[in-house]
């Protein structure tokens, strides 16, 4: 119990542990930072590790006079998305295989298989930038798309692409903002209100689903 709460003040109060962990630790900062990323986006066991609020918090420590470098942390974060994904998707693309030889498992269906390559087909350039934005899609977005077997040389420049747009929009809005008075004195709320745009792809799509089989419903 004391370690959730100790996870949970962490997640809430980034600003103030980053500037803790920073003095403490010096330059391995960066590298702790890149694992971290590297993790959230890279392994589907630790999707609820911080993405959105650990850039944001990094943007506004960088925007600091004795913070971290701004191109140096964009940098690096931005190498560990890309890696993350990509070692998600082999991942993915090596267990595919294995996983979906089990026919009467739920999750590893061969049908599931089929439906995720049809829609990475059709969609997956626009599914991995969008899922760079939303907690935890991210973290399986990846792997799905090994497993699905989409092309990966679109897979990697989507890759590419989501990781420069998720890096260097989400730090530089830390690095803008971050260091305004009523950011600060009310981080914790800032990092609800991150958490809460992030997950609204995901509320739209589940509104729509429900609409679709409600109408559905009533038609037949």
Known sequence: MEHLKDFISIFLHLDQHLTEWTQL????????LFLIIFCE?????????PGDSLLFAVGALAAKPDGLNLGVIMGLLFVAAVLGDTVNYFIGSW???????????????PAHLVK?????????????????????????????????????????????AGAALWIGS????????????????????????????????????????????SASRNSS
């Open 25 to 32: 630790y010096g330059v391995w900062i960066y590298a702790i």
């Open 41 to 49: 986006t890279g392994l589907v066991v630790t999707p609820i590790l």
């Open 95 to 109: 267990i595919g295989p294995k996983a979906f030889h089990y026919k009467k498992s739920w999750f590893f269906n």
């Open 116 to 160: 995720a390559h049809s829609f990475y087909e059709k969609h997956g350039g626009k599914t991995i930038v969008i899922a760079r934005f939303v907690p935890i899609v991210r973290t399986f977005a990846p792997f799905v798309a090994g497993i699905g077997s989409m092309n990966y040389r679109r897979f990697i420049a989507y890759n590419v």
């Open 170 to 213: 989400i730090v530089m809005l830390g690095y803008i903002f971050g260091g305004f008075p009523i950011i600060q004195e009310n981080f914790t709320l800032v990092i609800f209100a991150i958490i809460g745009f992030s997950i609204l792809p995901i509320v739209y799509e589940w509104w729509k689903h429900r609409r679709s089989t």
